[in-house]
T-cell receptor, first 117, second 112 residues
Framework: DTGVSQDPRHKITKRGQNVTFRCDPI?????LYWYRQTLGQGPEFLTY????????KSRLLSDRFSAERPKGSFSTLEIQRTEQGDSAMYLC???????????????FGPGTRLTVL | GEDVEQSLFLSVREGDSSVINCTYT??????LYWYKQEPGAGLQLLTY?????DMKQDQRLTVLLNKKDKHLSLRIADTQTGDSAIYFC????????????FGAGTRLAVHP
């Protein structure tokens, strides 16, 4: 079973450095989501892709954040000039768009925990 | 904006039933979900319910939806120590795709 995978699982960086995370969705899933989860909170939506098109970005996604899904398969999330407030768990989820079908159920990866020193 | 609220903590004895409650504000919800998160891990989908249903049962899990009061609950029968985790209620906003709005999570502690 190949669920959603994320790499790396943990990242420690110094303030001001750039970091990039990767998400590999479930292979036939055409929708991909990024969420951010801070300690003691539920995940918050960051952005959504339908195939390779980025269709929505949350206002949480400042101009230091960029996400791509170049071939409609894996996705990357880059944070430039990291700040201590970026420390969080970054979660990726994928789902299959089935018009008229059952719930567009999102399956989550294990997350990447970012610590900015 | 849309909001989802949950009580933060629940403690139950092993073998008892657990009931985790959730309220939401979105009037046009289509699906509501329950996810489980163990320490340091991602979210595991437990179950979901369509908004025109009142109840859904799946083995030890029972979901009740009161759409009038915008209240959702998850009942876990015969709670085990392995059920100790954080449980998140999530509302899917209408609009062509499922942007999920999560509550802050309910930490379930199961003691002998």
């Amino acid at each position: 079973d190949t669920g959603v995978s994320q790499d790396p699982r943990h990242k420690i960086t110094k303030r001001g450095q750039n970091v990039t995370f990767r998400c590999d969705p479930i292979s036939e899933h055409n929708r991909l989501y990024w969420y951010r989860q801070t300690l003691g909170q539920g995940p918050e939506f960051l952005t959504y892709f339908q195939n390779e098109a980025q269709l929505e970005k949350s206002r949480l996604l400042s101009d230091r954040f960029s996400a791509e899904r170049p071939k409609g398969s894996f996705s990357t999330l880059e944070i430039q000039r990291t700040e201590q407030g970026d420390s969080a768990m970054y979660l990726c989820a994928s789902s299959l768009d089935m018009a008229g079908g059952p719930a567009d159920t999102q399956y989550f990866g294990p997350g990447t925990r970012l610590t900015v020193l | 904006g849309e909001d989802v609220e949950q009580s933060l903590f629940l403690s139950v004895r092993e073998g008892d039933s657990s009931v985790i409650n959730c309220t939401y504000t979105d009037s046009s919800s289509t699906y509501l979900y329950w996810y489980k998160q163990e320490p340091g891990a991602g979210l595991q989908l437990l179950t979901y319910i369509f908004s025109n249903m009142d109840m859904k049962q799946d083995q030890r899990l029972t979901v009740l939806l009161n759409k009038k009061d915008k209240h959702l609950s998850l009942r876990i029968a015969d709670t085990q120590t392995g059920d100790s985790a954080i449980y998140f209620c999530a509302d899917s906003l209408s609009g062509g795709y499922n942007k999920l709005i999560f509550g802050a999570g309910t930490r379930l502690a199961v003691h002998p």
